[in-house]
């Protein structure tokens, strides 16, 4: 009784191990394609070729002028995308004849991403063939009966993996003589004949998909990455990676096991700062693999922008200043802003202009220039400076018929004209007005004071970092 229980129980066991790998065989796909133009199969023979014999002559026939006799088959519309994992392959032949049994006929796949007709002889001996071909001697055919070939999986997977493979393009054949003895062939119906079109039948694995998710392409970070892919099977997932171009070449980068027909994974990754691509790879449990179509680009970026105030400083004026001069640099510059209230009032600017037309309150300013990247580093300059509008004094300049009045301050910047007031002036050493050359007896100055005029005139001047006095 208990012998017959484990028994029972092992082959209970057994039998749900094939239900489910034949469960699992179903997922498998299978196309079949068959020769649509006469074009497509064609025959040569010795020195000749044609695309519209009724047959084909695979072997050696001296007597028939077939020495040696070779044909290709070209299939269309082959849908099964590159990489694709091909189970079992094979081509169907209707037996136009037989004789012998040739001792060395191979097939070939044509070795290209997309095969088209062939036109001539010259061209069906040009055609660059696949290596490792299979070979192909059927023992007895009989007129008028279907066969199928051996398994050619190994030559369309070739072609399948080849890097400027895509769905729906054209496949084509080869079934040559390579050898043996004079009189064994195999002749099989073209589409010119009965007619009867050899077919192809593929069977494979459709592979996983693998999307990248995020980060955005052409996205700007400066804190770490998290990478997302999305993955989807129809079998069972099994891992996907994360592949990156960090270092100037490509690499697999991360690795994680997973499962099910549906995943999303992701990875916070750290990078030095620079511009980097990156895309995945997934694989089912029947090494199907797959990488995602999009490649992508991101930046890091931890790098604070440089800003600078080069005008006004930390200093005292007693002329206001009324521009703000600064330099600023950055790799992923974005925008600039500034404020004369510490923040509280914002302007934008175009990075790099200088502000002018400002104004300058008497005593303490802060001036502040902002600036951001596109990753969200920020910098600012800051300047506090003082405007100090001293006593007023005035210079009568007595060449100018005009009677025009100047106020300069007691630390000799820039001021400006006014009329009416009194003022007193002590004036040491000479100053050019206006390109004019004057000293200080040129000038009507009392070291009193005096009353000016009413009908005396305002203008705005400056003295420059020589010492010249300068009028507006």
Not at 66 to 79: E, Q, V, Y
Not at 351 to 375: E, F, M, R
Not at 437 to 458: A, C, K, L, R
């Amino acid at each position: 009784m208990k012998k017959r229980f484990i028994i029972t129980v092992l082959i209970f066991i057994l039998s749900s191990l094939i239900l489910s790998i034949e469960s699992k065989d179903v997922l498998a796909e299978t196309i079949t394609r068959t020769i649509v133009a006469t074009a497509d199969d064609t025959s040569s023979w010795g020195d000749d070729w044609s695309n519209t014999q009724s047959g084909a002559l695979v072997g050696y026939n001296s007597a028939g002028g077939w020495n040696p006799g070779h044909s290709s088959l070209r299939f269309r519309n082959i849908t099964i995308t590159q990489g694709t994992t091909i189970t079992s392959a094979y081509l169907t032949f209707k037996a136009a004849g037989t004789a012998g049994t040739p001792t060395n006929l191979s097939i070939y796949g044509e070795n290209v991403d997309n095969a088209t007709q062939i036109t001539s002889l010259a061209d069906f001996n040009a055609r660059t063939l696949t290596t490792a071909p299979v070979n192909y001697v059927p023992s007895t055919w009989t007129t008028g009966t279907v066969y199928n070939s051996v398994d050619i999986s190994s030559i369309i997977q070739k072609i399948i993996n080849r890097a400027g493979w895509s769905s729906s393009n054209s496949i084509q054949i080869f079934w040559k003589y390579v050898g043996g003895t004079d009189g064994t062939y195999r002749i099989h119906y073209n589409l010119d004949g009965t007619p009867y079109a050899t077919g192809l039948t593929i069977t494979y694995r459709t592979p996983p998909t693998a999307t990248v998710s995020r980060p955005d392409n052409l996205a700007i970070f400066n804190t770490p990455i998290t990478f997302e892919i999305n993955t989807t099977d129809n079998n069972q997932l099994y891992n996907v990676s994360l592949i990156a171009n960090w270092t100037g070449s490509w690499a697999v980068n991360e690795t994680t096991i997973i499962n099910g027909t549906s995943n999303s994974t992701t990875w916070n990754i750290n990078v030095l700062n620079g511009k980097y691509s990156w895309s995945c790879y997934a694989c089912d449990t029947y090494s199907n693999c797959v990488y995602a179509s999009e490649n992508r680009t991101f930046t890091f970026d931890n790098i604070n922008p440089n800003i600078n105030i080069t005008f006004p400083l930390n200093t005292t004026y007693a002329i206001p200043p009324t521009k703000i001069s600064y330099i600023v640099s950055d790799t992923n510059l974005q925008s600039c802003w500034y404020s004369l209230d510490k923040g509280t009032t914002n302007t934008t600017i175009t990075c790099g202009n200088n502000v002018t037309d400002l104004s300058s309150n008497v005593g303490s300013n802060t001036w502040t220039i902002y600036v951001n990247d596109s990753a969200s580093n920020t910098n600012k300059s800051v300047v506090t400076f003082t405007y100090t509008q001293a006593n007023n004094f005035i210079i009568q300049n007595s060449t100018n018929e005009n009677q025009t009045y100047f106020i300069i301050n007691t630390i000799g910047n820039v001021g400006f004209g006014t009329s009416g007031p009194t003022s007193t002036l002590t004036v040491s050493g000479d100053m050019k007005m206006n390109g004019l050359y004057v000293n200080s007896t040129d000038m009507n100055i009392s070291t009193g004071s005096y009353q000016i005029e009413s009908y005396t005139h305002s203008r705005k001047f400056y003295i420059d970092g020589t010492g010249n006095l300068i009028i507006l």
